[in-house]
């Protein structure tokens, strides 16, 4: 029975990769230099599935900043503004943009990869779109494994994917309609991957998992008879993962690939649909090790779907799989020596994962194997933890009220009475929360967690960088003030090490998009909040201006979003645990004389299942969880939440439903397209469009700005109109972001001024 894994973290197992783009991108190492790191990490990364005996290891799952950038590269999807520069420069420009003494070139829209924390750049199609094959890098990377003795399985993302990824620009038309234009790439492609020696290669196209209708369908019927017809002994691996694709069964099943693969962790009730359906020749690639988090498989769970599937197709049509690709798990769980022993039992990265393949392929041939029998102990013992479940947690979650989910007052009404609390100028300024972690501010946590300094030496420092940015903001001309989150390491691990059922990696990390990587919490347990987390920073930084102060809080959705969550209960049990521990640290905020109060939910959108008939379900559980965490605020203290890198066509009726007092959302990257589902819909409460890109190192000017303003005073009232960047400060530089946040003040103060005159 073939093994065959979809894709493994590129970021490398020290994060090598992210500390070679960024030595790059500051001009402190040279582009051989680059390439030879990514070189490294590509051959430790075949060498290690090897070893873990995978029989079908992929390549071109490596990139140095975004899968589809490498697609759009090559195939030649090159927006003009770029057309100047060289193939390195161009490359990282598109996803972060390019700035010179006399050239300031916009980055390529970014946004997340269907429902996960990593973020894609989106391709830019034009009416006249043509493409052809302006880069080798699939082939040159199979051919480099091939002359390292390793056989690999070249990763494509399908021409549909592709296209469905994309935006269309300047022009109203269906980005299907290319298809025509692309497939011919793809062909000349293939070919060349199979003259080469390409064997398998793998296909993905996640959506054939979602809603499609029935040009869709028929444009996939389209294609892959076409790819069949040209390249007939080709291997095609067609990969669907992230959701079942029950709806489209037929149309999937009836391709002529040669290997479907199907998620069976996101859903598990697909296979029996799938079997009654499968044709005589089509294999099947079984997701049976979950590639999104990080639990250890349930070998007896896992192999019943294996010996359903045998038992009707035989052994030969069958192999078995993570569900995805391993990019959303850390890499190894040995990089691990501070976890508690009895919950690292629990745990799986994706080194793990292979091993778990192994050894599930192991038992299936040999099922008295001893390797059973240890698996189903770790599995008891952790269903049978005592550290898991907290009674008094759990029924607290069931004794909400309706009249606990609603603030005291409307919305028209807590704007007088905030408006008089906070004498706000027309066109308030402000900032999402975070400014640059310098290397002094990560030196002084790292020797805070070695023993090197002192808790009282590290809170000494923590309060006087505190007191330099508050001092800093005023003098820059701020409205309102944040207190710089210095203390924080993350927006979300910084709060999981506050509350109960939480644990912690040391080298957990994962990357989110380019060099930008997280480590995120793991909830293993019920969540509670012992004591307030955020109080004493913000109380001291509101003592030190006069200006209204911010207290920042991560909303319970981003936390349950951006950890790996237990998946031992449902996550909308969990998401309401978190939202009561939230909610007790808006209160204790408001106590301590805080008037604005942001509950970020950076990741609400990216939370929305991808089929339609489950998205009620989740908005009714999202909404319920940031109304328990903000109703308990008075109506004259300003609740604002932010959002980042979403797409928000067809659920502003959902933002509205949280009654937020303020919304700050990520515009500037799509040239403020994103206010277009405001002309459709009429938001009712108060918005900052992002009016400068964060994720990138360009300085917008005050025009920009002020134009980008000017595009939102077309569809947001006057009076309802914040002006602030994109997203958190925390990735960037001082000197940008003095410029940037100067630029950005000036601009609102020019617009102040029209106004009076």
């Known amino acids: 029975m073939l093994k065959n894994n979809l894709g493994f973290p590129r970021i490398g197992n020290q994060r090598q990769l992210k500390r070679a783009c960024e030595k790059y991108w500051s001009g402190k190492i040279s582009e051989s230099e680059l390439l030879e790191t990514g070189k490294t990490i590509r051959l430790a990364n075949w060498q290690l599935q090897k070893e873990q005996g995978i029989n079908l290891i992929p390549s071109n799952d490596f990139s140095f900043y975004d899968q589809v950038l490498d697609h759009s590269l090559m195939f030649g999807t090159i927006p003009e503004r770029f057309n100047d520069l060289n193939k390195t420069d161009l490359y990282f420009a598109m996803a972060r943009g390019f700035q010179s003494e006399d050239q300031n070139i916009k980055a390529c829209e970014m946004t997340k990869w269907f429902d996960t ?6 391709p830019e199609f034009q009416a006249f779109q043509t493409f052809h094959l302006n880069d080798t890098k699939v082939i040159d990377e199979f051919i480099e494994a091939k002359n390292a003795g390793i056989l690999t399985k070249p990763v494509l993302i399908g021409p549909i994917t592709y296209l469905l990824l994309g935006k269309v620009k300047n022009a109203d038309f269906n ?31 996640p959506f054939l998992g979602l809603d499609l209708n029935f040009f869709q369908k028929e444009t996939y019927r389209k294609v892959y008879h076409k790819i069949k017809n040209e390249l007939p002994d080709l291997k095609i691996i067609l990969s669907t993962y992230f959701e079942g694709i029950e709806d489209n069964a037929l149309a999937a099943l009836n391709l002529p690939v040669d290997t479907l693969h199907i998620d069976l962790k996101r859903a598990p009730d697909q296979l029996d649909n799938i079997l009654g359906k499968i044709g005589p020749d089509l294999k099947l690639s079984l997701g049976i090790i979950d590639g999104r988090n990080i639990w250890k498989a349930d070998y007896e769970k896992a192999i019943q779907f294996v010996q359903k599937a045998v038992n009707q197709l035989g052994e030969e049509r069958v192999m078995i799989a993570p569900s995805c690709s391993l990019i959303h798990v850390p890499v190894d769980l040995e990089n691990e020596t501070t976890i508690d022993p009895e919950i690292k039992d629990w745990l799986a990265f994706a080194t793990q994962k292979l091993i778990e393949l192994n050894e599930i392929a192991t038992i299936l041939a040999a099922p008295n194997s001893p390797l059973l029998a240890r698996n189903t102990a ?20 069931l004794e909400i009220s309706d009249r606990e989910l609603k603030r005291n007052a409307i919305f028209a009404e807590r704007k007088n009475l905030q408006k008089t609390h906070l004498k ?17 501010i990560r030196t002084l946590r790292a020797n805070l967690k070695k023993g090197i300094i002192t808790a009282e030496n590290y809170e000494a ?13 005023e003098a820059l001309g701020l409205d309102v003030l944040v207190h710089g989150e210095f203390e924080r390491n993350d927006m979300v691990e910084y709060f999981g090490e506050l509350l109960e059922g939480f644990v912690f990696s040391a080298n957990g990390w994962v990357q989110s998009y380019g060099s930008r990587c997280v480590k995120p919490p793991i909830i293993f347990g019920d969540i509670e909040r012992l004591k307030a987390m955020t109080v004493a920073w913000s109380s001291y930084a509101q003592s030190l201006s006069a200006k209204p102060m911010k207290g920042m809080l991560t909303g319970p959705q981003t936390i349950l979003q951006w950890s790996f969550v237990r998946d031992d209960q449902p996550r909308h049990e969990t998401l309401i645990q978190l939202a009561f521990a939230v909610r007790d640290e808006v209160a204790d905020l408001e106590k301590a004389g805080l008037k604005i109060i942001q509950i970020d939910e950076a990741a609400l959108r990216e939370g929305l299942p991808l089929k339609k008939a489950d998205q009620d379900a989740y908005w009714n559980h999202a909404i319920k969880a940031f109304k328990i965490a903000s109703a308990v605020a008075q109506p004259e203290t300003q609740i604002h939440t932010h959002m980042c890198y979403s797409q928000f066509k067809g659920i502003m009726d959902k933002l509205a439903d949280m009654d937020a007092d303020v919304i700050t959302i990520e515009t500037c990257r799509s040239q403020m397209e994103l206010l277009e589902s405001f002309q459709d819909f009429q938001y009712p409460n ?21 134009q980008s303003l000017e595009k939102a005073l077309a569809v947001i009232p006057e009076g309802n109109l914040w002006v602030n960047p994109d997203c958190g400060l925390k990735t960037r530089a001082w000197p940008e972001t003095e410029a940037s946040l100067k630029n950005m003040v000036q601009a609102a103060q020019n617009l102040r001024l029209r106004n009076l005159n």
């Not at 706000?424 to 002094?440: A, C, M, R, V």
């Open 378 to 397: 770790s599995i008891t013992k952790r269903s049978t933890s005592t550290r898991i479940h907290k009674p008094e947690v759990k029924k607290r979650s």
């Open 686 to 706: 108060e918005i900052g469009p992002g009016v400068y890109d964060i994720h990138s190192p360009t300085i917008p000017s005050v025009l920009e700005i002020e």
């Open 117 to 122: 924390n990593y973020h894609y750049i989106v």
């Open 175 to 205: 980005a299907l309609s290319l298809i025509d234009r692309l497939l011919p790439v793809y062909l000349e492609l293939l070919n060349k991957l199979q003259k080469a020696g390409a064997e398998y290669v793998q296909i993905d196209e």
């Open 424 to 440: 706000l100028p027309d066109f308030p300024t402000t900032t999402i929360g975070s400014f640059p972690q310098t290397k002094e």
């Open 461 to 473: 420092e923590i309060k006087r960088h505190t007191a330099e940015v508050i001092k800093w903001q």
